[in-house]
């Protein structure tokens, strides 16, 4: 790239030809303040507060607009400069509401959570030299997670922006003119009724009080919290989080990575964002046994350790059967399975074991993301993608907006992805194998197709898969695989989900669950119509199973578990704890080590396994 | 050397910030060698005479208030707006998102602690409200701003410092606060 020489507040400086001045200035460690500029988004030039004296141009540029040129002069921090920064906002704080003592962000110079704040403190606003207007704007709750409050939005345009360039969803845009402008949603919707899939990123980039969540709010502010980064296992994705937690509670949560050239730009879906904070069932928070009138007793974690001694010697090593989510982490799967093959277990799985049983006969070619992004073919079995895998759904919208591509929609469920599909065909749950013939000519025509394979339901289900299989193999054709947790592919690969371990399931007495937390594929009917005679239980909340169980031991939710997880893209991540477990509480292979002990049954290592990942 | 000589006042406000400034512990001790409070609701002296400094905290709302901000104006060389109220209208200045009718129907009928049968909204022998809250800087000349709901103890100690001096203070960013 050809470099280009400017002079920086004296400085010499070397940038790049395409630079701007803000991005050459910032590289040479120059401070600009910004308030609508947004490293991952486009810049806009919208509040004018970043602008700069160029030596020969009569007026203030704007620097996050303005490229570099050789032999510019520019001055970053002249009078003139301030003071056209101070009137610029002046003018933001004297229009809507900007009185900060009745906002949840607001915070002393150090310590608030508002952009817009900050920026005043910085060009040291201490009153408002115009008469403050005080229209009234409309407030929008109508999210099921977010509010919208137009009274404090500066109109910067970075919601608009991410939903667009990032989440490519255009739910939002602006309607109106001058003051009387506002953030539209669709054609003058409610966000609750839009299309709007609630995914949080035009909040994470607000830089003002305009759009805050609604299980966040004054519950602390980032500086007094503390803040882990780490990643969200709800699904197969993995995408990387920033956890803000006070006192052991989650506050917010944010994606990573909002920075040019990041692949998802820092995107989260609603289950991610705000999955944890809407967290309303209730913890197992003592070990329960059942008496002999069926009545649960409280006990303590010794007797019910000792309970399930019994129980794993009053049965024979083929009478039981051992269940695990493909929630919990590598380590934890890898206990189970060397504990099961300690005591003679053969019967071992996860609820999701049948999707990569049913791959596993398929030489199939593996789509990544970028080839997502450049297929002009989308073909998307299956489920929901808004629902369940947010953020392929937005490299699907990409391809779709930016370059044309063709989304074909085979699901039993509607979807908010079917608007931009040039066909959508609904059928019956199970029966979306019988349409793959009806697109091999389609496909044949076209130079880069995808198959993309959505939900548990769908990728359990071999009638339904196998003929896109088929037809991806025979055609050599990409295929994404959406799995359904965090970790099903470490569970395949751990040989936690065996072949055909569901053969001998019906004659099963004793079943061992755990449920680390509860995956998609978990369904209690399906485990209580197989009329086990005892079920040991070992879970983090209430839920349906408890009451068919005999013995149920309180363990660790997959906020509190630390370990290793194999996402989707195949890279191994460790997973540090966002929350701290209550005392006693343990995960499976703490709980199983115990047993193991109790049980004279020697140390079982699971390192070597682990590392394989 | 004479001593400067400060009056203050409180208009429409939660006098919170004259609590700030009575957080200056210690350091009134040393201040009060070299000012005299003269009219103040700290001091107890109602009526305002010729002062160096005048400090100002709360928003205008009603006629008497703004009777008052006139007379300390008038009395003073300089004048301190202290807090939010007083620099930007503040909490008070809620009220502007709503009609002076609807505002007074809450506040003497409709609130949940308030027993009024007849309804009675107070009209006689009591200030007439103005439809909307300003700051101080809508009706009078104001010198020093000193925001913050309410102040931080150390702005408003850099402040009457810089006053001290013989400047008129500019806070520094770290020492503002809108909260």
């Known amino acids: 790239m050809k470099e280009v020489k400017l002079k920086i507040n004296g400085k010499d400086v070397v940038a790049t030809e395409g630079m701007t001045i803000l991005e050459a200035a910032r590289k040479a460690g120059f401070r600009i303040p910004t308030l609508c500029y947004h490293d991952g988004l486009t810049p806009h030039g919208g509040c004018r507060l970043c602008v700069v004296e160029v ?368 066909e ?93 937390d509860i995956d998609s594929s978990y369904s209690p009917a399906s485990i209580a119509e197989k009329g086990y005679e005892t079920i040991v239980l070992h879970s983090a909340y209430i839920d349906a199973i408890m009451k068919l169980s005999d013995v149920v031991i309180p363990g660790k939710s997959w906020l509190e578990n630390e370990g290793t997880y194999k996402v989707m893209d195949g890279k191994a991540r460790r997973f540090s704890p966002i929350l701290k477990a209550e005392k006693g509480v343990k995960s499976p292979r703490e709980l199983l080590s115990d047993l193991a002990d109790a049980m004279r049954l020697g140390s079982i290592s699971i390192d070597d396994i682990v590392r394989k990942l | 050397m004479a001593k400067v000589r400060v009056a203050t006042t409180w208009l429409e406000c939660c006098s919170g910030c004259h609590m700030s400034m009575l957080d200056l512990d210690e350091k009134l001790v040393e201040l009060a060698s070299k000012i005299e409070f003269d009219a103040s609701p700290i001091t107890d002296i109602k009526e305002f005479h010729p002062v160096d400094v005048g400090i100002v905290e709360g928003a205008v709302g009603n006629e008497e208030q703004l009777e008052v901000l006139k007379k300390i104006r008038e009395n003073s060389k300089i004048l301190v707006a202290l807090g939010d109220c007083a620099c930007f209208g503040g909490i008070p200045a809620m009220r502007n998102f709503f009609k002076k009718e609807e505002v007074l129907k809450r506040v003497y009928v409709e609130t949940e602690s308030t027993v009024n049968p007849e309804k009675v909204i107070p009209h006689e022998d009591v200030p007439k409200l103005f439809p909307s809250v300003k700051a101080i800087d809508q009706f009078v000349k104001v010198d020093v701003y000193v925001p913050g709901c309410p102040p931080d103890p150390k702005a408003i100690e850099y402040a009457l410092r810089e006053l001290l001096e013989g400047k008129i203070p500019v806070l520094p960013p770290e020492l503002l606060s809108y909260e």
């Open chain 1, 424 to 516: 959508v065909r609904r059928v019956a749950e199970g029966s979306e194998g019988s349409l793959a013939n009806d697109y091999k000519n389609k496909i044949k025509s076209m130079s880069n197709s995808i198959i993309v394979l959505e939900g548990a339901s769908l990728l359990s289900n071999k009638e339904a898969i196998e003929p896109w299989l088929k037809l991806a193999e025979e055609l050599n054709v990409k295929v994404m695989i959406l799995t359904p947790t965090g970790n099903s592919l470490a569970a395949w690969e751990l040989g936690i989900s065996p072949d055909l371990a569901d053969s001998a399931g019906k004659s099963k007495k004793l079943l061992f669950l755990f449920l680390g």
């Open chain 1, 55 to 422: 030596k020969g141009s009569p007026r203030l540029l704007t620097s996050c607009t303005t490229p570099v040129a050789d032999g510019m002069e520019v001055y970053t921090d002249t009078d003139r400069v301030k003071e056209a920064r101070k009137f610029v906002m002046n003018l933001i704080m004297t229009e809507r509401n900007h009185f900060c003592m009745f906002c949840e962000k607001s915070g002393k110079y150090e310590d608030t959570d508002c952009e817009l704040q900050k920026r005043a403190y910085e060009v040291q606003i201490e009153h408002f030299p115009f008469p403050v207007y005080v229209d009234k704007y409309p407030v929008d709750t109508s999210s099921p997670v977010m509010v919208t409050d137009h009274n404090r939005c500066i109109l910067c345009g970075r919601c608009v922006r991410v939903c667009s360039e990032i989440v490519a969803n255009s739910t939002l845009d602006f309607s109106f003119r001058g003051s009387k402008a506002l953030i539209a949603v669709d054609t003058g919707l409610s966000k609750g009724k839009s299309s709007c899939i609630s995914c949080g990123a035009c909040m994470q980039v607000c830089p003002a009080g305009a759009i805050f969540s609604k299980f966040g709010g004054y519950k602390s502010r980032r500086s007094l919290c503390e803040r882990i980064e780490t990643f969200c296992p709800i699904c197969g994705i993995g995408c990387e989080t920033t956890n803000y937690v006070r006192y052991n509670n989650i506050v917010e949560i944010e994606g990573n990575g909002l920075v040019k050239g990041s692949l998802d730009g820092g995107q989260l879906c609603e289950k991610g964002r705000y999955g944890p904070l809407m967290e309303s069932r209730n913890r197992i928070s003592t070990p329960l046994l059942r008496d002999s009138k069926g009545r649960f007793v409280e006990a303590t974690y010794e007797e019910a350790l000792n309970r399930v001694v019994q129980l794993l010697k009053a049965y024979s090593p083929d009478q039981i059967a051992f269940r695990t989510s493909s929630f919990l982490p590598a380590e934890d799967l890898a206990y189970i399975k060397e504990f099961a093959s300690r005591i003679g277990v053969k019967d071992i799985d996860t609820f999701d074991g049948n999707v990569y049983r049913n791959l596993s006969s398929f030489k199939l070619s593996k789509g990544t993301y970028e080839d997502v992004l450049n297929a002009d073919l989308i073909l998307l079995i299956g489920g929901d993608i808004v629902k369940e895998h947010s953020v392929v759904g937005s490299y699907i919208r990409r391809a779709v907006r930016n370059r044309g591509a063709e989304l074909v929609v085979i699901s039993s469920i509607e979807s908010k992805i079917d608007r931009w599909a040039k």
